[in-house]
T-cell receptor, first 113, second 113 residues
């Protein structure tokens, strides 16, 4: 199993550009999550999904959109990139939403200039 | 809202010695889960240990153990026989009824050879 994979690993965007961060898991987990990690901080939840077709906002959803058309994929969309979105983005998945550990992808480092 | 506090931004320990990382949390709930995640320089988030609040017995995983004090809302991580591979950022995390994982700001652990 590859676990949770994310692409790209690194990206530099100009202000106002758009992009999609891809996330795929092969563990048949229903629950998937997007986090951002700013320097010196813990992870903050952006959006999460409890299954295909169902998504909900986390702590810091502004400026982002998600969709979940399949169990495996959970892309994160940035529509109008801003410098405040410079961060490392992590995708995660889990079997259940509380007890089971969340498996994390390797992260995407995004810089907005 | 739940908060997780890690008051030690950095810690260091001699190889083969024991170190304890502190974590406190604020909640009014009685049913929740606590986690310690490790983030090495590779950025990959890895679950170290998990504790269920309704279990009085402290969780242990090989060289890693916790001291869970529910009344004091404290959840410290003890690493015994520290190894060079233990060098990483360690994050304490909480999940309760809102089903969203809340992270502390992390403790950077350095192992001195």
């Amino acid at each position: 199993n590859a676990g949770v994979t994310q692409t790209p690993k690194f990206r530099i965007l100009k202000i106002g550009q758009s992009m999609t961060l891809q996330c795929t898991q092969d563990m048949n987990h229903n629950y998937m999550y997007w986090y951002r990690q700013d320097p010196g901080m813990g992870l903050k939840l952006i959006y999460y999904s409890v299954g295909a077709g169902i998504t909900d906002k986390g702590e810091v959803p502004n400026g982002y959109n998600v969709s979940r058309s399949t169990t495996e994929d959970f892309p994160l969309r940035l529509e109008l990139a801003a410098p405040s979105q410079t961060s490392v983005y992590f995708c995660a998945s889990s079997y259940s939403i509380r007890y089971n550990e969340q498996f994390f992808g390797p992260g995407t480092r995004l810089t907005v200039l | 809202a739940q908060t997780v506090t890690q008051s030690q931004p950095e810690m260091s320990v001699q190889e083969a010695e024991t170190v304890t990382l502190s974590c406190t949390y604020d909640t009014s709930e009685s049913d929740y889960y606590l986690f310690w995640y490790k983030q090495p320089p590779s950025r990959q988030m890895i679950l170290v240990i998990r504790q269920e609040a309704y279990k009085q017995q402290n969780a242990t995983e090989n060289r890693f153990s916790v001291n869970f004090q529910k009344a004091a809302k404290s959840f410290s991580l003890k690493i015994s026989d520290s190894q060079l591979g233990d060098a990483a950022m360690y994050f304490c995390a909480y999940i309760g009824g809102n089903e969203k994982l809340t992270f502390g700001t992390g403790t950077r652990l350095t192992i001195i050879p």
